[in-house]
């Protein structure tokens, strides 16, 4: 089994800063794409930002300039540096990762549980 823990979320002031992690643990061969996803209440998730294994990266319009996704490939985490924060970030956020659990295996994408970040005016 396969198991994503994400954390770092809370409550911060417009302007603030936060830094969410998602850290995959259990039967693991190798971590290909990573990305970060959102959703506020009313509204259907979204992506954010993704990393793939060569290290793209790509950014919603929404974040682009003041997020950032990064990875640590030894501890299967992935990372999301969010500055500049605004009320209208406030959502629910999630971390994917695709992961391949033995050698030539398919690759499957697996969720965290979803952390809140609420950002006051």
């Known amino acids: 089994q396969v198991q994503l823990v994400e954390s770092g979320g809370g409550l911060v002031q417009a302007g603030g800063s936060l830094r969410l992690s998602c850290a995959a643990s259990g039967d693991i061969f190798s971590v290909n794409a990573m990305a970060w996803y959102r959703q506020a209440p009313g509204k259907q998730r979204e992506s954010i930002t993704t990393?793939?294994?060569?290290?793209?990266?790509n950014y919603a319009d929404s974040v682009k300039g003041r997020f950032t996704i990064s990875r640590d490939t030894a501890k299967n985490t992935v990372y999301l540096q969010m500055n500049i924060l605004k009320p209208e970030d406030t959502a629910l956020y999630y971390c994917?990762?695709?992961?391949?659990?033995?050698?030539?295996?398919?690759?499957?994408?697996?969720w965290g549980q979803g952390i809140q970040v609420t950002v006051s005016s």
């Open positions: 990393l793939t294994s060569g290290g793209s990266t």
């Open positions: 994917r990762q695709d992961i391949r659990r033995r050698p030539l295996g398919p690759i499957n994408s697996f």
